[in-house]
């Protein structure tokens, strides 16, 4: 089993930064790609980017150039660096982990991130 707890969400005002955190505990062993999703009310959860491995970052076209996306291996923790956030990234933000192509997969329990105007 894998817990993944994410941290640093909060309400900041359009154009401000957060950093979020996600610590994996128990069988990190399993964990070879790692990712940040989002699900705004109303919607379905949608990626927002990810370290599917060898080094590779996946971003979604809506977060390019504002957020990144990195992993401290040693800490056996992920971090999304948001910039310039907008109202529309208001969302539960989830982190999710596991084995790449067969799973499984885990999710943490999802960190709120609200962007006033």
């Known amino acids: 089993q894998v817990q993944l707890v994410e941290s640093g969400g909060g309400l900041v005002q359009a154009g401000g930064s957060l950093r979020l955190s996600c610590a994996a505990s128990?069988?990190?062993?399993?964990?070879?790609?790692m990712g940040w999703y989002r699900q705004a009310p109303g919607k379905q959860r949608e990626l927002v980017a990810s370290?599917?491995?060898?080094?590779?970052?996946i971003y979604a076209d809506s977060v390019k150039g504002r957020f990144t996306i990195s992993r401290n291996i040693s800490k056996n923790t992920m971090y999304l660096q948001m910039n310039s956030l907008k109202p529309e990234d208001t969302a539960v933000y989830y982190c999710?982990?596991?084995?790449?192509?067969?799973?499984?997969?885990?999710w943490g329990q999802g960190t709120q991130v609200t962007v006033s105007s």
């Open positions: 999710r982990g596991g084995r790449r192509v067969v799973g499984p997969y885990y």
């Open positions: 128990g069988s990190i062993e399993n964990i070879n790609t």
């Open positions: 370290i599917p491995g060898a080094g590779s970052t």
